[in-house]
């Protein structure tokens, strides 16, 4: 018979612990709030009050329950309140000397029976638990931001945690709706071990301008259907706190040189730059804690001065991106050329083309008017010859350097001066297809995501050697697809692959561990952090192949040794086991 947890107290009403309260005093627990001094409860009362009168706002609570709520919490300043609950939760900020003393003296105050957990993201529960004489009752229970509305909750036991307490938790957990993930005291745990890599990489394409904060956002966002983007995330989390556990992960976590906090944290730290919580992080926020920007992007003056214009485009190339692109292009009103190296495969474009924009057509996207009239500005070729007067071209042929660097210097004779020519390339230098023409001014990355027709996203990828009207003139035709185009440098992986692809390999050096099974890693991810699909899901349907082959290509240029692809990765490939597309990858899809 498991212990009954009624009354619980929340210690620091900070970002997390106002949210942890209006999650347990919402589920019907009565909740001893409390905080350092009296300034710090009203700023907890307020950030509660703030929460949950925006959900009567929106809908999503009455007038009355919010009052009900409210009613349930006990605002209380000093831990001697704390006298008679059965559960204790810390959420104080992520120092370990504090949280030691917040646990001696919760250990002294609170009933014996009571359990004591911390939501620390990083630092190590067993040390936290050795500050208490009851170090069997201590606990681990890591919410997310905002707590409220992200469904996970990691629950870390340390070797002395007592099975009847990970059990009681767990239940408490399920009586708050809340999904659990169990698992030992690692740094990081499972999702901020994955996460901060990932966001503190982010910080560094932004600090040394590799692309702006929107850019980098918008990216993540659009190109992996992110909740947001890493910057805005970080304003979310906090900067004290998102350095705190950087720097605790790379102490603690074998000190991965991805998890040094770059540097500009800790200056916008010490400047007070916070993030939300202070009004202002990387963006600029209409009050503290208020979610609404105010310094939105400034346009860049006299850029639209600079655009050519374009009517025509070449697309070279007959694989699924090419058909994905033409159909693109077409139905944006452009005159369509595309040219493949034979008329059996232009007849199978031309039909993939078909079927797609049939498919518009029976959901009600597309009239059959308009399907024709796309159809009908596309021409079909087989000769590169009959490029020489488009206005732009676009490449999505195979990826393999020596076939691209044939083709630009192909394009080079070929096409009329003035021309932008694009390559579609995920992982090759820009600036080698470039070289391989006599105008590398004229010629741009524009990195389509898959399937192009759905996909928002196109990352614009400048070389040192691209001119400012081809960037002006590639922006403007993207903007006219309806697409967000962001820009960026030439570097492997440019920014999504970048970000993403790391993470990825991280989870897979994670399965490998032990640390936790590839359900919970999805799990954490998708729950905790609001991710569309859990990274050995998205594994799968990349194709593991094809992920091997761009973390080893940002491996080779970047020599972070924390890129070096996971040998289960390259064991998987090995063995034929490439995902969805061979019916095994990191799951089994036969019988699914
Ligand atoms: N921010 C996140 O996204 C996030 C997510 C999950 C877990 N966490 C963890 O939650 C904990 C709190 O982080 P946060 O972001 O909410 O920090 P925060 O700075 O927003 O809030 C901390 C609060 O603790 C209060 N406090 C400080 N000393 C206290 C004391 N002695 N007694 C009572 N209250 C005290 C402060 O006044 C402040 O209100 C950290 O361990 C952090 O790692 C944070």
Known sequence: MGREINTVGVVGLGTMGAGIVEVFARNGLSVVAVEIDAQALERGRANLAGSTDRAVAKGKLSPQDRDALVGRVDFQVGLAALHSVDFVIEAVPEHLDLKQQIFAELD??????????????????????????????????HFFNPAPVMKLVEIIKTVVTTPEVVADVEAMCA???????????????????????????????????YATREDIDAAMKLGCGLPMGPLALMDLIGLDTAYEILDTMYRRGGRDRRHAPNPLLKQMVTAGLLGRKSGRGFYTYEKPGSPVVVDAAAAVEGEASLERPITTVGVVGSGTMASGIIEVFAKAGYEVLSVTRGAEKSARVCETVKTSLNKGVVRGKLSEADRDQTVGRITWSTNLDHLADVDLVVEAVVEELSVKKALFASLDEICKPGVVLATTTSSLPVIECAMATQRPADVIGLHFFNPAQIMPLVEIVSTIRTSATTRATAKSVIAKLGKTGVGCADRAGFIVNALLFPYLNDAVKMLEASYATADDIDAAMKLGCGYPMGPFELLDVVGLDVSLAIQRELYLELREPGFSPAPLLEHLVTAGYLGRKTGRGFRDHTHR
Do not use: W
């Not at 002294?108 to 990083?122: G, K, Q």
């Open 175 to 209: 009586r708050l709706g809340k999904a659990d993930v169990t698992i030992n005291d690692r740094a990081g745990f499972i999702a901020n071990a994955l996460l901060f890599g990932y966001l503190n990489h982010a910080v560094t394409m932004f600090e040394g301008r």
């Open 108 to 141: 002294r105050v609170c009933p014996p029976h009571a359990i004591l957990a911390t939501n620390t993201s990083s630092l190590s529960v067993t040390e936290i638990s050795v500050a208490t004489h009851r170090p069997h009752q201590v606990i681990g229970v």
